[in-house]
T-cell receptor, first 113, second 115 residues
Framework: NAGVTQTPKFQVLKTGQSMTLQCAQD?????MYWYRQDPGMGLRLIYY???????DKGEVPNGYNVSRLNKREFSLRLESAAPSQTSVYFC????????????FGPGTRLLVL | AQSVAQPEDQVNVAEGNPLTVKCTYS??????LFWYVQYPNRGLQFLLK??????LVKGSYGFEAEFNKSQTSFHLKKPSALVSDSALYFC?????????????FGQGTELSVKP
């Protein structure tokens, strides 16, 4: 039982390049989330998927797109990377509902030059 | 607007002493409150949560948190700190029952426990 896994662990991009961050969970959770973590700002929600087939914007969606490929997988795509997207990205999953605990992956560290 | 504040960027404690990491919140309705810990270069790990009931919540690694509705606080505590408790701690509040479980995080508090 691996929990939430993310690939890659680290990536360097040049401005304008695109990439997809992958996330998968094996806990059979319905809800999945993408966050970014920046120093002094905590975690901010980029996109979330309440269930398979649905996605919605979070606090900071600009410059990102997501795909809920199936119940297990939720990917985050940067179409044209910008230096402002340098951050650590975390994927999380949970059962739906405000009371439910979210479980986090190990993170992807992204540097955009 | 719903928000979470962690007023201290850093807390320094001597090993064996009690520790407190502070959190205050602003949310409409009944809050669901969480504490997470992040060790260097790792993801966030769940420590404990308050949903309803007893105001003192016990969690992992000997941590506990006290929910205080009148002061809108949810401070994290541990009676005797360990050097291995040194990490980044996040308080979070759920946006509410109709918001799909989305969390609002505080900015984090760096806990440093010295031998």
């Amino acid at each position: 039982n691996a929990g939430v896994t993310q690939t890659p662990k680290f990536q360097v991009l040049k401005t304008g390049q695109s990439m997809t961050l992958q996330c998968a969970q094996d806990m059979n959770h319905n809800s999945m989330y993408w966050y970014r973590q920046d120093p002094g700002m905590g975690l901010r929600l980029i996109y979330y998927s309440a269930s398979e087939g649905t996605t919605d914007k979070g606090e900071v969606p600009n410059g990102y797109n997501v795909s809920r490929l199936n119940k297990r997988e939720f990917s985050l795509r940067l179409e044209s990377a910008a230096p402002s997207q340098t951050s650590v990205y975390f994927c999380a999953s949970s059962e739906p509902g405000a009371r439910e605990t979210q479980y986090f992956g190990p993170g992807t560290r992204l540097l955009v030059l | 607007a719903q928000s979470v504040a962690q007023p201290e960027d850093q807390v320094n404690v001597a090993e064996g002493n009690p520790l407190t990491v502070k959190c205050t919140y602003s949310v409409s309705g009944n809050p669901y409150l969480f504490w997470y810990v992040q060790y260097p270069n790792r993801g966030l790990q769940f420590l404990l949560k308050y949903i309803t009931g007893d105001n003192l919540v016990k969690g992992s690694y000997g941590f506990e948190a006290e929910f205080n509705k009148s002061q809108t606080s949810f401070h994290l505590k541990k009676p005797s700190a360990l050097v291995s408790d040194s990490a980044l701690y996040f308080c979070a509040v759920s946006r509410g029952y109709n918001q799909g479980g989305k969390l609002i995080f505080g900015q984090g508090t760096e806990l440093s426990v010295k031998p």
